[in-house]
């Protein structure tokens, strides 16, 4: 546990007090949380504000393309178990978006902070974390972020020599190589079901090979390590062989992944998995994910997708026809502004589905709709998508800034 620190100095304090006055003004005006903008003004008065604010805490920091929202809000909740939390939970990845959450708690013992990937190395830096959870890497914004190998070696630089307990996903091959230059790895067996981010050797450059679930380098040798934590269908095997039953109130195997890093993580901090999961099991929705809404007398429910990855396990909950689903991207900034990764995404699993298409980029996408052979209509924008399904049950996936323009729509 950390121990109790020095009061924040006076500039900490000023800053502290800056940054909350300028979110506040942010909210005022109908931006948005302001914890960004509180997160900026904060730091740009005391620049090591965010090493100060971490310095009593027990930090956690959870990175990945895909799930790292979730699974930091699975592991918040499974560490109450041993104390007060603070953490962002509402997504703001980034060195104001953390600097912001910390500075809400002063009480915590515990700090489970969400990273996006680019900054891993510079906030693990800062707030000296106790563990960190890999999840995945994967094409994303294509436009603004790194080629997925130039992502895990800085991810790899920038763990050489880290002191924390990493928890990384044995099957995601990036990841291992990320994460085999810390000299403490706890591997999970979480599963990965994209692997077109992860056909060739990060080591050597030779081609890996996929005997079943296990994988290899025939150049080099590179390969699966022995995972001590696995997810198995709906358990998670602990490393001494045990199985955990895993009961939640969120969909799909990509959740379950979650919950078994989760699980591991919570046991690095001395929770044991059946109060860990126990306590996962309260999560029904994270950020408006997941959430069923009603609106025009149908039920819409609410799913994020914002690469082709992430809509390759989203695929997985739709349940087969005939239920209809509303389909809307964006290319905004917080989305890069290259829609080329539509043309990795196989829409053909929508296949009997009737499909409503809105967003910004809806030509893009239907398109792709079109050259996928998927049946579709163009809609002007949500409420006429919603309008013209029959009523009952809708399914809607959407990238990141589509899904908050649906989530305001909707009145979720």
């Not at 965010?50 to 909740?77: C, F, M, P, W, Y």
Request: proline share 6%; with cysteine.
């Amino acid at each position: 546990m950390a121990g109790n620190t020095e009061p924040l100095s006076p500039r900490a304090r000023l800053a502290v007090t800056a940054g909350r006055a300028a979110a506040a003004v942010s909210r005022a005006a109908g931006r948005g949380s302001g914890s960004v903008i509180g997160g900026r003004v904060a730091l740009r008065l005391d620049p090591d504000l965010l090493a100060r604010l971490a310095q009593h805490l027990d930090v956690v920091l959870v990175s990945a393309t895909n799930g790292k929202t979730t699974t930091t809000r699975l592991i918040a909740e499974a560490l109450r178990a041993g104390g007060e939390v603070v953490s962002n939970a509402l997504g703001a990845n980034m060195p104001a978006g953390i600097t912001s959450a910390l500075a809400g708690g002063s009480e915590a013992r515990f700090g489970v902070i969400e990273v996006d990937e680019k900054y891993l190395a510079t906030v693990a830096r800062d707030v000296t974390p106790k563990a960190i959870a890999l999840l995945n890497l994967s094409r994303d914004q294509l436009d603004r972020a790194g080629e997925t190998r130039m992502l895990a070696e800085r991810w790899r630089e920038g763990l050489t020599g880290q002191k924390a307990v990493i928890i990384a996903n044995a099957d995601d091959p990036l990841v291992v190589w990320a994460a085999s230059s810390s000299p403490q790895v706890v591997w999970v067996a979480a599963g990965q079901e994209w692997r077109d981010d992860a056909w060739s050797c990060p080591a050597c450059g030779g081609v890996l090979q996929w005997p079943g679930e296990e994988w290899m380098c025939g150049e080099c040798g590179f390969r699966r390590p022995t995972p001590s934590w696995a997810l198995s269908g709906e358990y998670v095997l602990d490393p001494h062989g045990s199985a955990w039953p895993i009961r939640l109130q969120l969909p799909g195997r990509a959740n379950r992944a979650n919950a078994a890093t989760s699980t591991a993580v919570a046991a690095a901090f001395g929770v044991p998995p059946q109060v860990a999961l126990e306590r996962m099991y309260g999560v029904t929705a994270v950020a408006g994910r997941y959430d069923v809404v009603r609106h025009q007398g149908r039920e819409l429910r609410l799913l994020l997708a914002k690469n082709p990855a992430g809509w390759l396990e989203t695929f997985s909950l739709i349940d087969a026809p005939p239920a209809p689903v509303i389909l809307s991207v964006n290319a905004r900034g917080a989305d890069g502004t290259d829609t080329s990764w539509l043309w990795d995404v196989d829409y053909s699993r929508l296949a009997g589905h009737p499909i409503r298409v809105i967003g910004d980029r809806k030509l893009d996408l239907a398109v792709r709709l079109e050259v996928a052979g998927v049946d579709f209509q163009v809609c002007a924008d949500a409420n006429e998508a919603v309008a013209s399904c029959p009523p009952g049950r809708i399914e809607s996936i959407s990238n990141y800034t589509a899904f908050q323009d649906l989530r305001r729509v909707v009145g979720n």
